[in-house]
């Protein structure tokens, strides 16, 4: 199953906001990962760079106490503060990005197994 039709069954969202959530957080996966550790990433998700191109551009990344105000109110998700912009222009609330976060790690691990998963998660923090 494509990561698209995944996420929308799987959120109730359109595939259009699938797209666009699935395309931020790969970007700042993309962002944090190293080159390899993306690139094993990249290989279990079709098309990725068209679902990169599908999300809108991240926003600047907070530093020391905006952080750890951000990962409070995000549930201890802090590194999730640069998509929260992206997420709003698609229509979405704070709660959706952590759903998402949560799903696509869901996504990885049934298309590549516990260590892709582990690699996706740890870009987020």
Do not use: N
């Amino acid at each position: 199953m494509e990561i698209a039709e995944y996420l929308a069954s799987r959120l109730g969202v359109s595939t259009r906001r699938a797209e666009g959530g699935a395309g931020l957080l790969l970007q700042l996966a993309e962002q944090r990962l190293p080159r390899e550790a993306f690139v094993r990433l990249a290989d279990s998700v079709p098309a990725i760079s068209d679902v990169i191109g599908k999300a809108p551009q991240l926003a600047q990344k907070p530093v020391g106490a905006a952080r750890q105000t951000m990962s409070r109110w995000l549930g201890g998700l802090g590194g999730l503060l640069p998509v929260v912009e992206g997420f709003a222009k698609l229509g979405c609330d704070r709660t959706t990005v952590r759903r998402f976060a949560e799903e696509l790690a869901e996504f990885f691990r049934e298309q590549a197994g516990d260590d892709v998963a582990k690699l996706f998660r740890d870009a987020l923090r």
